[in-house]
């Protein structure tokens, strides 16, 4: 079993659609928690820290369940350049690197 | 964006080779990690750096080795390339290894072996 399970799409959706992904992770011992955005053949840049207060930045809102281990991501009045995917990210207790979903594509329609 | 340069962008090379892959950052992190990404694999971690000469392995560390001379360059090397070598590697760069501080990319370098 993966450390960190999305489902791979895609998500196909038209402009102004709000959309949703879920990703579950399987230790519980992470501690930290991402969402990054990747476009084709680029590199992933950060899309925003996933709190367990859970936190919103404009058309983006991040949510942690700790009891049920999983974190989501809602899109909410899509663009055409929000269509990338997008990677689910924790981090564990006491490592230093990253543990990477192997990303959800999201293709946003006129 | 951050700093960061990874040479060469991409590579052609046959099985049995070696390969160095280089990057560089202008940030003056302490923590340099050197990650590859496959299909249906997401991105898995070689080995990362915690300061000038100090490494350590990640979960994909076979066949590969590091070295870190100055802050700045980090260099990974295949040994004798295979074909499941193919990939694209990223370098990420981060100021601490804690809690939630932030990794940065770089562009990534695709590699095939033939």
């Known amino acids: 079993r993966k450390e960190v399970e999305q489902d791979p799409g895609p998500f196909n959706v038209p402009e102004g659609a709000t959309v949703a992904f879920n990703c579950t992770y399987s230790?519980?011992?992470?501690?930290?928690f991402f969402w990054y955005r990747q476009d084709c053949r680029k590199e992933p840049k950060l899309l925003m820290s996933?709190?367990?207060s859970g936190n919103e930045d404009g058309r983006f809102t991040a949510q942690l369940n700790r009891a049920s281990q999983y974190i989501s991501l809602l899109i909410r009045d899509s663009k055409l350049s929000d269509s990338a995917t997008y990677l689910c990210?924790?981090?564990?207790?006491?490592?230093?690197?990253?543990?990477f979903g192997s990303g959800t594509r999201l293709q946003v329609q006129p | 964006d951050a700093g960061i340069t990874q040479s060469p962008r991409h590579k052609v090379t046959e099985t049995g080779t070696p390969v160095t892959l280089r990057c560089h950052q202008t940030?003056?992190?302490?923590?340099m990690y050197w990650y590859r990404q496959d299909p249906g694999h997401g991105l898995r971690l070689i080995h990362y750096?915690?300061?000038?000469?100090?490494?350590d392995k990640g979960e994909v560390s076979d066949g590969y080795s590091v070295s870190r001379s100055k802050t700045e360059d980090f260099l990974l090397t295949l040994e004798s390339a295979t074909s499941s070598q193919t990939s694209v590697y990223f370098c990420?760069?981060?100021?601490?290894?804690?809690?939630?501080?932030?990794?940065?990319f770089g562009p990534g370098t695709r590699l095939t072996v033939l």
């Open positions: 990420a760069i981060s100021e601490t290894g804690q809690g939630y501080n932030e990794q940065f």
């Open positions: 230790n519980s011992a992470s501690q930290s």
């Open positions: 996933v709190y367990s």
């Open positions: 990210v924790v981090k564990r207790t006491g490592r230093r690197a990253l543990t």
């Open positions: 940030e003056n992190h302490r923590y």
């Open positions: 750096s915690y300061g000038v000469k100090d490494t």
